[in-house]
T-cell receptor, first 115, second 114 residues
């Protein structure tokens, strides 16, 4: 069963605008961690932001914020003030005990920032 | 603080050969996980090592093996290479194991089997 769903294969955003990348997840485990990674064409997987299932507040890291809606099982990534360097593949991932704490990834969303 | 280092960055091997990939985690991190990334299958978990013990293994054939040393460095070995093993292999470093633990990746090793 698909555990992490990213419904947007590709997105375009104008430079300096904000963009939201969608992610929904499926688990009955109450304890889980949610992650977003950026993968530029070079291949490196860059950690962006983390949210634990018991965290009350949405996580933020600079221009990145995670819109965590637990009841809807969604963990959308919001990038504010997009930059050309934000063009990359973005992966949503989850760790949960049922899967032995390994990271389970979504299919990814390709983001292109236009100047 | 140095990040996760994977060597080599690129490899070209012939079908039937074997290959060893190396991963040095962030200093102080004790958990190392390996992932395979292909266009068709996406990112798939291979195995996790913590304190030199394999904690978890993905659904890969026995040709894929790994180990972790006392300094937390890890190696992954693939024997009898097949064309389908061509992929980007990513190593992730975590300070500990568990669901509430961040994972930091290296730049990956791009393996091409010809």
């Amino acid at each position: 069963a698909q555990k992490i769903t990213q419904t947007q294969p590709g997105m375009f955003v104008q430079e300096k605008e904000a963009v939201t990348l969608d992610c929904t997840y499926d688990t009955s485990d109450p304890s889980y961690g949610l992650f977003w990674y950026k993968q530029p064409s070079s291949g490196e997987m860059i950690f962006l932001i983390y949210q634990g299932s018991y965290d009350q507040q949405n996580a933020t890291e600079g221009r990145y914020s995670l819109n965590f809606q637990k009841a809807r099982k969604s963990a959308n990534l919001v990038i504010s003030a997009s930059q050309l360097g934000d063009s990359a593949m973005y992966f949503c991932a989850m760790r949960y005990m049922e899967y032995g704490n390994k990271l389970v990834f979504g299919a990814g969303t390709i983001l292109r920032v236009k100047s | 603080k140095a990040g996760v280092t994977q060597t080599p960055r690129y490899l070209i091997k012939t079908r039937g050969q074997q290959v060893t990939l190396s991963c040095s985690p962030i200093s102080g991190h004790r958990s190392v996980s390996w992932y395979q990334q292909t266009p068709g299958q996406g990112l798939q978990f291979l195995f996790e090592y913590f304190s030199e013990t394999q904690r978890n293994k993905g659904n890969f054939p026995g040709r894929f093996s790994g180990r972790q040393f006392s300094n937390s460095r890890s190696e992954m070995n693939v024997s009898t290479l097949e064309l389908g093993d061509s992929a980007l292999y990513l190593c992730a470093s975590s300070p500990r194991t568990g669901v509430f633990t961040e994972a930091f990746f290296g730049q990956g090793t791009r393996l091409t089997v010809v």
